[in-house]
């Protein structure tokens, strides 16, 4: 028996789960498939229990470090199982969270693969979805006026590096691991590259990070980047950049080793295990795209600014459409994509407004343009800088590497972007999001008093260093 609903939303990730929640709000009777579980890559793959890996090895390095503080911890040990234990338990509250959130909103849930079909006796549109069910019954017909795609991504990697789950990894297996090796070799330095090579320093692995480009986490500020190498190689982090990785030299007997181009000559590298982090590839095969017109671009789903596929009853958010592959980006493109086909004329997603973040130690974070993407546009600027050495809060956490840097529009005095590396500044950067979305300019961040002692000081030391007026440097 086919049933009908306002909407149903393939994946139940991040951006789908929220979409879902947004359009049962707005009274549109839901339905979300989803194959695993609720919350997705996020969830249970991705942001949330590498964050909680990140925080056991930010505690350890806090204990290892006690005496520093006067607090004497006598031989601090990893015990890795409890580690992945609270990781395990972290995970599971939230999912529990999620699935509540479901049952609260009165949306369907169906635990399977839906696929699109084409036109049929149920719609003369393609849209129709047959779920085929995790538990083996019958395949559920589900008849939406609209479609939501939001099946997320994947690891990818390089061609023919083949990843064998044990020795060569990606993050998935990776946030599974039972024991800790002595040493990994990461492939790519990028932002998951980096969080995993913070981390696996800080619990005592040698770590040594290949990366193709010629700097690392190449997307940030050309500051941030040249800071977080600094700081990650004084720790030990060994970094090889403009590495082109040779998969076909890969030998895998008990340990890894693979060759990469540096410089016009050839390098071997050899550790206990290898990461691939080299990017994620969209999960759209085998749901149906065959049977509509929707169009790939380089292997992403093609939308227009409201999400909407060539099919205009079916959007795609998140991942699946590239660009930006973030948790928070995903929800408010579902959010988005909810509205829009409610009629209720949303404004479309500025992209320059949403920050991201670094989980490493030390922490990134950035909204805005980067100095070089800010000369490239034709803006002269005008830039502040400020340190975390000359803010008190830093030195009392034992944490006084970084700055906070700030750039503006000489002309305008609008702020275009906003860069931080340093100790909590994940947790800061939204001061400068809302900066952004009001179009600030440096002298209403300065007018703003930052509590003292406070980390948040060194934003507004920056918004005045824009034009000279930095107190404490």
Same mark, same amino acid.
């Given at each position: 028996?086919a ?77 890795f ?21 479901m ?29 085929e ?10 008849i ?8 997320g ?19 998935d297996?990776?946030?599974n ?41 190449p ?16 720790r030990?982090?060994?970094? &090889?950049? %403009?590495?082109?990785?040779?998969? #076909? ?5 008990? /340990? +890894?080793?693979? !060759? $990469?181009? &540096?410089? %016009?000559?050839?390098?071997?590298? #050899?550790?206990?295990k290898?990461?691939? /982090? +080299?990017?994620? !590839? $969209?999960?759209?095969? %085998? ?54 086909m409610?009629?209720?004329k ?12 670094i ?77 952004r ?22 934003i ?9 007026r930095?107190?404490?440097?």
């Amino acid at each position: 028996m086919a049933e009908e609903f306002d909407l149903v939303i393939l994946g139940g990730g991040t951006g789908g789960y929220v979409a879902a929640i947004r359009a049962a709000q707005l009274g549109l009777k839901t339905a979300v498939v989803e194959k695993g579980k609720l919350g997705g890559t996020c969830l249970h793959k991705g942001c949330i229990p590498s964050k909680a890996l990140l925080r056991s090895a930010e505690v350890y390095q806090t204990a290892v470090k006690g005496e520093e503080f006067g607090i004497v911890t006598g031989d601090v040990k990893v015990d890795f199982s409890k580690v992945q234990d609270r990781k395990n338990k972290v995970v599971e509250q939230l999912y529990k969270g999620v699935q509540h959130l479901m049952k609260q909103g009165k949306i369907t849930v169906y635990e399977g693969l839906g696929r699109i079909l084409g036109p049929s006796i149920f719609s003369p549109m393609p849209g129709t979805i047959s779920v085929e069910m995790n538990n083996g019954s019958e395949n559920e017909m589900l008849i939406p006026q609209n479609i939501i795609i939001a099946t997320g991504s994947r690891p990818r990697t390089l061609p023919g590096l083949e990843i064998d789950g044990n020795l060569v990894l990606t993050s998935d297996e990776a946030l599974n691991l039972e024991s800790l090796p002595k040493s990994i070799i990461i492939v790519g330095g990028g932002v998951i590259g980096i969080e995993w090579a913070s981390m696996l320093n800080d619990f005592g692995v040698d770590v040594t990070v290949l990366e193709y480009a010629d700097t690392i986490i190449p997307t940030e500020d050309h500051d941030v980047s040249s800071e977080m190498l600094r700081l990650l190689g004084k720790r030990g982090v060994k970094f &090889v950049t %403009g590495a082109k990785v040779l998969p #076909e030299t890969l030998k895998t007997d008990g /340990s +890894v080793s693979i !060759s $990469a181009e &540096v410089k %016009g000559t050839t390098q071997e590298f #050899e550790a206990e295990k290898m990461l691939v /982090s +080299v990017g994620r !590839s $969209a999960n759209i095969e %085998g749901i149906g795209l065959e049977n509509t017109e929707i169009m790939k671009e380089n292997g992403f789903i093609a939308t227009n600014e409201f999400f909407q596929t060539k099919e205009t009853h079916i959007y795609a958010i998140g991942d699946c459409i590239g660009g930006l592959q973030l948790a928070h980006v995903a929800s408010h493109e579902g959010i988005t994509a909810v509205e829009h086909m409610a009629g209720k004329k949303p404004e479309r997603l500025n992209y320059s407004l949403i920050s991201k973040c670094i989980y490493s130690s030390p922490e990134a974070a950035s909204v805005g343009l980067t100095e070089e993407q800010a000369k490239q546009e034709g803006f002269e600027l005008k830039i502040g800088k400020f340190p975390f050495r000359a803010v008190g809060k830093a030195l009392v956490f034992g944490e006084a590497d970084g700055f906070v840097k700030i750039i503006a529009d000489k002309k305008t005095d609008d702020i275009l972007g906003v860069h931080m590396i340093g100790p909590h500044v994940t947790d800061m950067i939204s001061e400068a999001g809302l900066a952004r979305v009001l179009d600030a300019t440096p002298w209403e961040i300065a007018k703003t008093i930052h509590p003292h002692p406070s980390l948040s000081e060194a934003i507004g030391e920056a918004a005045l260093a824009v034009d000279g007026r930095a107190i404490h440097s």
